[in-house]
């Protein structure tokens, strides 16, 4: 009787695990299919290169296919080999929290560039250029590493040789498990939490504001502004993930496998998967091309339309 329950428990595992994998694969082929879609249509169109607004957009895009494909990995190694080496599972956790970082400073930058067309309308030419959006991403990716690489110093200074040549279930707590490097996340977190919803409430406020003329365009930011919110706050999830983990694990003490699951659809994949979406599909500009390349369409090419 008791090898029939471990044979049973065991299948019911391996099942479980089957259909959590499969559900996280299939997620990821079908946002990063629709997010290369769209990075090869940013590439064939000159007028798409040559706006801030998409060149923000298809950075986003870029570092959530790379987010992607890392967290998925990371996800999948945890469930195949349940153990890695140490110094592999510390290079794809560094690229992972490297891209999942970016992308609400990503939102906050984009969130700025609207404000700008919006409420300061006249001197967008000279504010928002290629240049300075280059600037900008460039900007994000070191804001990134100022919270990622001190974990590596502060590894490398505590941990003996043997604990990098030794195997570890992949996770950030379980690699970077200094006091001072949680208590570092902990403080980088706050802070970038605070200065992005600042910034959000700012210049989506400002914007609201200015929706109340009868610019059409500002009209059209209100609206985008109330589907951008629930993006955001999905996006920024990421910053309470560890306190979230912690929280439900306590709550539901017998369903860890469960928890981990619903953290990383809630805080990985689900952000990504309402990206596209929201500022790509929307965008009248952006789908009348995309619709060309995806669909074999023909469709005109008019003006561009600062919102959708």
């Not at 109330?226 to 709550?251: A, D, E, N, S, T």
Request: include cysteine; proline fraction near 3%.
């Amino acid at each position: 009787m008791n090898v029939s329950g471990s044979n049973q428990e065991q299948e019911s595992w391996y099942r479980d695990a089957f259909i959590k994998n499969l559900t996280v694969v299939l997620l990821g082929i079908v946002i990063n299919y629709l997010n290369g879609s769209m990075v090869h249509t940013f590439h064939r169109e000159e007028v798409l290169r040559e706006n801030p607004r998409y060149v923000l957009f298809i950075h986003l895009v870029l570092n959530d296919m790379i987010q992607l494909f890392i967290t998925i990995s990371l996800f999948i190694c945890t469930y195949v080999f349940l153990t890695i080496n140490v110094s592999v599972c510390c290079l794809l956790m560094t690229a992972a929290v490297f891209t999942t970082q970016n992308t609400p400073l990503n939102l906050a930058t984009m969130a700025v560039e609207c404000y700008v067309a919006v409420c300061l309308p006249l001197r967008y030419a000279t504010v928002c250029t290629l240049r300075r959006a280059h600037l900008a991403i460039g900007l994000m990716w070191a804001t990134s590493a100022l919270t990622v690489l001190p974990d590596l110093f502060i590894l490398l200074a505590t941990e003996p040789l043997s604990f990098f040549l030794s195997r570890v279930f992949c996770d950030r707590d379980r690699v970077f498990r200094s006091i001072y490097s949680v208590a570092k996340r902990d403080a980088t977190n706050i802070t970038l939490l605070v200065t992005v919803w600042l910034t959000l409430l700012y210049t989506y406020f400002n914007i609201l504001f200015a929706a109340r003329s009868a610019s059409k365009d500002a009209k059209k930011a209100r609206n985008t502004v109330l589907l951008h919110g629930f993006q955001v706050l999905l996006c920024m999830m990421v910053y309470v993930q560890p306190m979230m983990l912690k929280g439900l694990i306590q709550l539901f003490p017998g369903s860890f496998s469960g928890v981990q699951f619903t953290a990383f659809v809630l805080t990985q994949i689900l952000p990504r998967f309402v990206n596209p979406i929201l500022y790509g599909l929307r965008d009248k500009t952006f789908r009348r091309y995309l619709k060309k390349y995806i669909l074999g369409w023909s469709w005109p090419c008019g003006r561009m339309k600062s919102f959708s």
